[in-house]
């Protein structure tokens, strides 16, 4: 990955950390350092990369190049709460995907 957009994207989500991070100390009515945030966000990043690693993996086992929604269910099967989350919005989506693909039809005839 270039380093100036690793950098850029590091930022940004230290920065989103930073946010939630904040909203949640004033939710607990407790403090929170620059330390910990910076912690949290190297701690989050290589969480993220790890899964990045695992969902290639899963898609590149399957003889796929693209990343589906089986293999990021696959990634998230030791989480049951997580799992079902994403479980449940896939389904979602494709019920909505084809529920749309006739109601298209229908309406070209």
């Known amino acids: 990955m270039d380093p100036a957009l690793r950098e850029r994207l590091k930022?940004?989500?230290w920065f989103s950390v930073?946010?939630?991070?904040?909203e949640e100390s004033?939710?607990?009515n407790a403090n929170a350092?620059?330390?910990f945030i910076g912690a949290l966000t190297e701690m989050v990043w290589a969480?993220?990369?790890?899964?990045?690693?695992?969902?290639?993996?899963?898609?590149?086992h399957a003889g796929r190049s693209t990343i589906s929604p089986e293999d990021v269910l696959l990634v998230t099967r030791r989480n049951d709460e997580l799992h079902g989350m994403i479980r449940d919005f896939v389904e979602r989506e494709?019920?909505?995907k084809a529920g749309?693909?006739?109601g298209k039809g229908r309406a070209g005839k």
């Open 11 to 13: 930022a940004s989500l």
């Open 18 to 22: 930073g946010k939630i991070v904040d």
């Open 26 to 28: 004033l939710r607990l």
């Open 33 to 35: 350092t620059p330390q």
């Open 47 to 60: 969480q993220i990369e790890n899964v990045a690693i695992d969902l290639e993996s899963f898609a590149r």
């Open 94 to 96: 494709k019920a909505e």
């Open 100 to 102: 749309g693909r006739k």
